[in-house]
């Protein structure tokens, strides 16, 4: 069929009747076609040996195929229109499509109770189809949602555990390159120390449980910065184990460091919060002391730590959160004759989980 407008009216020339390869309209159950995508689709007709009047469209592209069966109890007639773009001229073409639509307002108006019923059904099924595409999509946005805050999420947890650590090259070659001094206490930090580098050498001076440990591992006259190192580490070992009441104290300075101010200051600083006028400890801070005692004792002893030890001298830690806390570190276990010690090695191992909860109050 073929038709002419004008101004006036559109006249119907020529008419083509349906054939056996005549065009039909479909749909996507789930989606829409993506007009640049159409060319390179594949479409074929099939139908079947025993019941020629049954046919299906299947519809390729590579991998994907997509098929229907076409509907051919119709009640009603789908024209195609086609326009020529270079002539003007238009054809209409009868084309066998999908009149499920049609069919229901039909049975709707005219059918018996049994057809209203179904065509109450379908067109009930066509919503619900209508509400699961749309749901689907809701649903698999959420799930891009979801992906990219659990890669977010797994950036963070990572960031909470290197937090605890002083400054880390974990693509370090040897343990020597893993932590730097320097980068715990500067120049001027370390100078406070000096006096109480005298009075640890002073044989007449009392030293702490952990000095007095540690301090035969190391040559004093050699390594005035190890034992500078060994001091602030049993400085940490006493802010640790100080109650949430003495940190609040203002005289808790002397507690800390007895003979500098300088480093008692800088713990406070460094782990603890100041709330208003008052300092609190959360637990993270609390490990992250501890972390830095571990790596001071590295530095200090030759990259070996006894945990158990260490274990006997901090309060409130049990001996599974000091493991873990020994991981994060970078620490793996090994034994020196009958003795279990801690080494740093490399590579370092990944990181571990983050097992303890973010500024909890003390």
């Known amino acids: 069929m073929e038709m002419e407008h004008s101004s006036d009216m559109t006249t119907i020339d020529s008419y083509f009747t349906t054939s056996s390869t005549s065009p039909c309209l479909v749909s996507f159950e789930y989606g829409s076609l993506v007009k640049n995508e159409a060319s390179n689709l594949r479409c074929n007709m099939y139908k079947d040996k025993k019941e020629s009047i049954e046919q299906m469209l299947v519809v390729s592209k590579g991998n994907q195929c997509y098929k229907g069966k076409l509907n051919s109890n119709a009640l009603c007639q789908t024209l195609l229109l086609v326009r020529n773009k270079r002539t003007n001229k238009q054809k209409s073409i009868d084309s066998t499509s999908e009149k499920s639509d049609y069919v229901n307002d039909l049975n709707m108006v005219f059918g018996s109770r049994k057809a209203k019923r179904y065509s109450e059904l379908s067109m009930r099924m066509k919503i619900t189809n209508s509400i699961s595409q749309d ?170 730590l006894n945990l158990e030890l260490i274990s006997s001298l901090l309060k409130g830690y049990h001996q599974k959160k000091l493991l873990q806390l020994c991981k994060t570190v970078g620490l793996v276990a090994s034994t020196e004759g009958k003795q279990k010690v801690y080494m740093l090695k490399v590579p370092l191992p990944k990181l571990p989980a983050l097992p303890f909860k973010k500024k909890q109050p003390f």
Do not use: W
């Not at 949430?244 to 200051?265: D, F, H, M, Q, W």
């Open 135 to 304: 749901e689907a999509k809701q649903i698999l946005a959420e799930m891009k949602g979801q992906a990219k805050d659990i890669i977010d999420l797994k950036a963070s947890s990572e960031d909470a555990v290197l937090q605890l650590l002083p400054p880390c090259n974990r693509d370090a070659t040897s343990p020597e390159d893993v932590y730097k001094a320097e980068d715990i206490l500067s120049e001027m930090e370390m100078n406070s120390l000096d006096k109480a580098v005298s009075l640890l050498n002073d044989e007449n001076e009392k030293k702490s449980e952990f000095l007095q440990a540690h301090y035969n591992q190391i040559d004093a006259e050699e390594n005035t910065d190890k034992l500078k190192l060994l001091i602030y580490a049993d400085s940490l070992l006493r802010f640790v184990n100080m109650g949430a009441i003495e940190i609040k104290n203002k005289n808790c300075l002397r507690n800390i460091c007895p003979s500098s101010r300088v480093i008692g200051t800088k713990i406070l600083n460094d782990f603890t919060v100041l709330t208003g006028n008052t300092r609190n400890r959360p637990v993270s801070y609390k490990d992250k002391a501890v972390c830095y005692l571990m790596v001071l004792i590295l530095l200090a002893c030759n990259y070996k």
